[in-house]
């Protein structure tokens, strides 16, 4: 059966976990998460929570595939991701199965497979004789998903204590098994965290993205595995698919210990940027009704032809480097404004996090910028002139100066999530669209909030309506610095773009 509809079904094959946070229920919302219709076959049971283990009941084999067939039969499967397989019987069951549909060639689901061996609590989830049962599933599959401690179980090796040697492993693996073989970084002790998508010849594809310091991590290996199975279902591309699954789950981590789960491992945070979007954080922020007031602008600024065009790789090269040379001129100043907030600042945190931001807004986006403009910056144009102007008007009153700057993050910020999720590995603009989706840009747009909030909440009422005006006349700047550049679709130019953390 084939699926002919832009949206795709993916299906998870995995135990259950009642708490909420791993399994078939941490799949079901990775893959509504990034844009999967989610289906799930219950391989076991588990009872567990936040703190471990109790016990675990598997379902005869046979229903395994009562369920496999009652979904096979009646609809088309564009992707498969497969968790906790209990014992060697379900897994031989789920083996035969796997063959036939396989078998049907052209239109078969693509199949990642997360080795679930031991739980982050250490329970075992997979009996200890199952070991070559597993390896026999590998045939069909398209990628596993090894954590560290399974890649060394499955090489047969001792357990890696860095990255080289975790590529080592995964490579001979995937000679082994003629498999690509996902390599997560995660229980490495290193500041960032790095995947790497590796086949026979090595790494296809490596990506990083900082460590959390979270015990909130429950469940990231399946959120992970659900979510490359449905980008690939959606984008066709194993390295756009993992470049897209590892940018949301970083989000999701990062945003984790705002939910309250349990008192163990709780579970990431699987739509925290669609919950952005839907509910302020408390009934009744200021910052949240702000941002829904500007929610025309907002929509304004998404259908813009130059920001489609943007997302979908065909804005013309020369009016891109239009749009980042005004920019870069932009940056220069909001840089400036910045330093003046730090100045005006009432307590050393916000003093410290303006000339922060005043400093990166200076180092890293100039650098790129200069690096891709080669130095060439052109004169302001009106736009730019204005938004500028509005910034500079404001710089002596604080409350309302950091209202003004406020929109430059968090549109940026709320824009370049939704660029991010389009990004793909041969995307002309692929790193440019990284470099506004990172988990550290989400953390000071957050702090830029925050800091605006409490300002609000200890101004008198004139200065509020003031403070208002000046982000509402921001946001309005913002749409129209977006609109400035024409942006007629072209050819793809794909060599506009350095490919995104590869190596
Ligand atoms: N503390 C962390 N901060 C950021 N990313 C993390 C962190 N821990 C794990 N990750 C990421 O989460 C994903 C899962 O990695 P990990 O190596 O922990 O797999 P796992 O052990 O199978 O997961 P699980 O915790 O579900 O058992 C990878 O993308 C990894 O890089
Ligand atoms: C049903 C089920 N599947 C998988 C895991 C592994 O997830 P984690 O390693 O985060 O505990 C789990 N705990 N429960």
Redesign the pocket.
Known sequence: MTNTQNTKNILSIAGSDPSGG?GIQADLKSIAATGGYGMAAISALTAQNTRGVRSVHVPPAGFLTEQLNAVSEDIAIDAIKIGMLANAEVINELGQWLAGIRSAGTGAPAVVL?P?MV??SGDRLLDAESDAALRRLFCHTDVI??????LAVLARAEMATDWETAVVQARGLAAEYGVMVLA????LESAS???GLIDSDGVILSVA??????PN????????SAALATCYARTGDWGSALLNA?SW??GA??RADELSVGSG?GPINHFASLWDGVRPAHPGDPMAQWWQKIAAIRTGIDELDFIRALKDGSLAREHFEDYLGQDALYLRTYSQVMSRASALAPDTESQRFWAASASSCLEEELALHRGRLAERVPEPSTTTTAYLNHLKASANNYPVLIAAILPCFWIYQDTGSRLAAANRQDHPYADWLTSYSSVEFDAATAAAIDITRTVHQGADESTRTAMWRAFEASSLHELAFFDQTAAPATSRDSSAGEPVAAG
């Open positions: 791993a997360d679930v739980a982050t998903t090894p954590n560290i401690p399974e997560k970084g995660g229980h965290c790095r995947d993205s900082p460590r959390q310091y979270t991590t429950h469940g990231t290996g399946c959120s992970l590892k789950l970083a981590i990062s491992h």
